[in-house]
C-alpha cells in the first residue's frame, strides 16, 4: 500500500474508536445486545408458525379430503375426484385416521396417526422420501404403527414404545399401540394398519387420500380439488390451506412485536443519542483545533459520518454473529432433542434488528449537523466555548 | 503578502456595538517577525484572526497575495490556512489520543509526510516526546509541539496568539526560541502583552480599544 493509505490510517475512522475503547466499547455494547435481543425474540417467535409448517408439511405430498355429515359420500367424493381431476393422479388411497399430539414449544398440537392398507404403505413411503431406518411395517389388523425419525423425537419414541394407549385420552386407542418401524424423513408421519383402526376406532369415516402423478402437479391438483368441493359435503385439506392459518394465527401476536421492537429501538437510539452527544460534545475541541488549522466543515463532517458507519456496522455485524452463535446453542441444546424448528439464519430476524445501527446512525449524523451549524472554532482555540 | 484596508471587527454585544479592531490599515511583508503588543481586551487576537482568515472583518477588506479572503467561499479559506499558514494557540491544543508525532502530521491531512515530521521533530529537539500522548508532557512541551505542527511544511505564515501565556517564562522562552529559529523563510506574526517576547522582532505594533497606537515602538 502506497504512503496516502498510510496516512488514512493516521485519522483513519478507526482511530477514535479504538483508542477511546472506554467510551465505544459500552456504545458498541448496547448495539449488540439490542441487536441480539431482537434478531433473538424475533426468530423465537419465528419458529412457532415454522414449527407448525414443519410438523404438517406432509400434506405438501397430497390432497386429503373427508366427508361431511354423511360418512357414506366418500365412495361419490372419490369418484369425482377421479374423473375431474385436471393433473394425472398416480394413486388414491382410502384409508381411516385417529388423533394424537405432538408437542411444540407452545404446547401441543393435533397429529394424525393414518390407517393404511398394506399395498398403500410402500407407495406412502416413497412419496414421503422415506427410509426405513429399523423395524418393519404395521402388520395387518396389529396396534402397531411405524413413525418419521422426526416424530420419534418429539415424542421420546423408539421401537416398541407405545405411542396409543387406553387410559390417554389424548392419545387414545382401545388396544396398546406400538411403534414398529422409524423412517428417515424430512417429514413428520405415523401410520399403522387401517383394518386395526376400523376395528378399533369412531367414527368410521373413510378419507381419502390424492396423489397426484407429478409431484409438480400436486398443488394444481390441491386448489382444483379445493375449488370442485366448495360447497360440497366435503372437507379439504392442503398445504396451501395450512400455511394460510399458520401465518394468520399469529397476526396479534407479530403486532405486539412490531410495537416492543419499535418501542425497544426508540429508547434505544434515544438513550445512545444521549451518548453519543456527550462524546461529541467532549470533542468539540478537537474539531474546533482541526478548523481552525484549516480543515473544513465537510471533511470532519465526513469523519464523524465514517467513524459513525465503523461503529454501527461493527455493532451490528457482531450483535448479529453473537445472535446467531446464541441461537444455534438454543437450537441444538433446547430444539433438535425434539424436533422444534428453529431457523438460526432467519433472515427476517436479522432484518427486524436493522432500525436499530440504522436509527443510532441518523441521531449521530444530525447531532453533529446541529453541532457544526454555527460552530465557531475561535471560540474553541480562545477558551469561549468548551 | 497580507493586506489590511481599513478593517472593523464588531462584536454585538447584548446589543451594544463592540469594536474588537477598528479602522486597522496593516501589512505584512515576507520573511517578517511582526509582534503586535498590547493589554487585554485590546483586540490583538480579534485582529489575527481576521488577518488569518479564520474571522471575517465587518468592513474593510483583508487581501492574501492580492485575493480578499472575505470573498472566498469557506473551503478556499480552509486551504489557505491549511497549506499557506501554521498556528500557534494560547492553549497547546492536541488531540488527546494521538502521540505527538501523529498531532504533527495533522498539518498534513491529504500527504505522508510522516518522515519529515519525524526528522523535523529530532531537529527541534523534541524526539522524547515523539510517541509520547498529550497527557504525558508538560505544557511545554505540548507548546512545543504545536510549534512543530505549525511550522511542518515551512508555511509562508505563522501566527501564534499568545504562545507563551499559559507557560512559565523558561518555557515561554524556549517557544518562542523554537518559532524564531525554526521559521525559515515564513513570516512570523506574534501577538503577546509581554514585550520580552518580541525581542528580536522586524517590527511591532501596539493595540488600544481595538485601534493601532500612532507611535509604534
Ligand atoms: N466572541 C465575542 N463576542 C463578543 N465580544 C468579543 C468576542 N470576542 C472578543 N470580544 C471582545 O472584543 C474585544 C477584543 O478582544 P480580543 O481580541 O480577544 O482582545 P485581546 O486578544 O487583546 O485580549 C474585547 O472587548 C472582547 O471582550
Ligand atoms: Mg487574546
Request: glycine share 10%; net charge positive.
Given at each position: 500500500m502506497g504512503g496516502a493509505n498510510k496516512v488514512k490510517n493516521k485519522l483513519g475512522a478507526t482511530v477514535y474508536l479504538r483508542r477511546n475503547l472506554g467510551k465505544t466499547m459500552p456504545l458498541i455494547g448496547v448495539i449488540i445486545l439490542a441487536v441480539m435481543l431482537i434478531a433473538g425474540i424475533v426468530s423465537l417467535i419465528n419458529s412457532i408458525p415454522l414449527s407448525i409448517k414443519t410438523i404438517y408439511s406432509y400434506s405438501r405430498n397430497y390432497v386429503a379430503v373427508t366427508p361431511r355429515g354423511n360418512a357414506l359420500l366418500t365412495p361419490l367424493l372419490r369418484k369425482s375426484i377421479e374423473q375431474g381431476s385436471p393433473v394425472e393422479i398416480d394413486r388414491l388411497m382410502v384409508i381411516r385416521g385417529t388423533d394424537i399430539e405432538v408437542k411444540s414449544i407452545v404446547g401441543n398440537w393435533p397429529f394424525v396417526v393414518l390407517g393404511l392398507e398394506q399395498s398403500d404403505m410402500d407407495y406412502y413411503l416413497k412419496r414421503m422420501k422415506?427410509?426405513?431406518?429399523d423395524g418393519r411395517k404395521p402388520a395387518v389388523g396389529e396396534p402397531e404403527v411405524m413413525i418419521s425419525e422426526k416424530l420419534a423425537r418429539n415424542l421420546n419414541l423408539k421401537l416398541g414404545s407405545v405411542i396409543q394407549k387406553p387410559t390417554d385420552s389424548d392419545n387414545y386407542s382401545p388396544q396398546e399401540v406400538k411403534v414398529v418401524g422409524i423412517a428417515e424423513s424430512e417429514f413428520w408421519f405415523a401410520f399403522g394398519s387401517v383394518e386395526y383402526q376400523r376395528e378399533n376406532h369412531f367414527p368410521p369415516i373413510d378419507a381419502l387420500l390424492v396423489f397426484a402423478k407429478n409431484p409438480t402437479d400436486q398443488k394444481r391438483l390441491d386448489d382444483w380439488t379445493t375449488a370442485t368441493l366448495k360447497g360440497e359435503n366435503a372437507?379439504?385439506?392442503t398445504y396451501k390451506e395450512l400455511e394460510i392459518q399458520a401465518d394468520t394465527m399469529f397476526n396479534i401476536l407479530y403486532q405486539i412485536l412490531n410495537v416492543v421492537i419499535g418501542t425497544l429501538v426508540v429508547v434505544i437510539t434515544l438513550m445512545m443519542g444521549m451518548l453519543m452527544n456527550i462524546f461529541l460534545s467532549q470533542r468539540v475541541q478537537e474539531f474546533g483545533l482541526l478548523q481552525a488549522l484549516g480543515y473544513t466543515k465537510r471533511s470532519l463532517i465526513m469523519r464523524v459520518?465514517?467513524?459513525?458507519?465503523?461503529?454501527?456496522?461493527?455493532?451490528?455485524?457482531l450483535g448479529v454473529l453473537v445472535a446467531w452463535g446464541l441461537l444455534n446453542v438454543v437450537k441444538v441444546t433446547l430444539m433438535d432433542p425434539r424436533s422444534f424448528a428453529l431457523d438460526t439464519l432467519d433472515k427476517w430476524a436479522y432484518l427486524y434488528s436493522l432500525p436499530v445501527p440504522i436509527a443510532i446512525f441518523a441521531v449521530s449524523i444530525l447531532t453533529v449537523f446541529a453541532k457544526?451549524?454555527?460552530?465557531d472554532p475561535?471560540?474553541?482555540?480562545?477558551r469561549r466555548l468548551v | 503578502m497580507i493586506d489590511l484596508k481599513s478593517v472593523?471587527?464588531?462584536y454585538q454585544d447584548h446589543g451594544k456595538e463592540v469594536f474588537a479592531c477598528k479602522d486597522i490599515d496593516l501589512g505584512v511583508q515576507p520573511g517578517e517577525f511582526l509582534g503586535i503588543l498590547g493589554p487585554s481586551g485590546s483586540?490583538?487576537?480579534s485582529?489575527?484572526?481576521?488577518?488569518s482568515g479564520l474571522k471575517v472583518p465587518t468592513k474593510g477588506s483583508v487581501e492574501w497575495l492580492s485575493r480578499e479572503l472575505g470573498k472566498m467561499g469557506d473551503q478556499e479559506r480552509a486551504e489557505i490556512r491549511l497549506r499557506e499558514f501554521g498556528f500557534v494557540f494560547q492553549y497547546p491544543f492536541l488531540i488527546g489520543y494521538l502521540t505527538a508525532l501523529e498531532n504533527v502530521l495533522l498539518a498534513f491531512p491529504a500527504e505522508d509526510r510522516r518522515a519529515d515530521a519525524e526528522k523535523f521533530l529530532i531537529e527541534l529537539g523534541l524526539q522524547d516526546q515523539m510517541h509520547r500522548y498529550p497527557y504525558q508532557m508538560s505544557g511545554g512541551q505540548k507548546q512545543r509541539v504545536c510549534v512543530a505542527r505549525a511550522l511542518l511544511g515551512s508555511p509562508k505564515v505563522v501566527f501564534a496568539d499568545e504562545p507563551t501565556a499559559s507557560l512559565d517564562h523558561k518555557s515561554g522562552r524556549a517557544v518562542m526560541d523554537l518559532l524564531i529559529q525554526n521559521r525559515g523563510d515564513g513570516a512570523l506574526v506574534v501577538v503577546t502583552h509581554d514585550p520580552v517576547m518580541l525581542e528580536g522582532a522586524d517590527r511591532i505594533i501596539r493595540m488600544e480599544d481595538g485601534e493601532i497606537a500612532p507611535k509604534n515602538a
Open positions: 422415506a427410509k426405513v431406518l372437507r379439504v385439506f459520518f465514517w467513524e459513525t458507519t465503523v461503529f454501527v456496522i461493527g455493532g451490528w455485524v457544526f451549524k454555527n460552530f475561535v471560540g474553541v482555540v480562545e | 472593523s471587527l464588531i483586540g490583538k487576537s485582529l489575527l484572526y481576521v488577518m
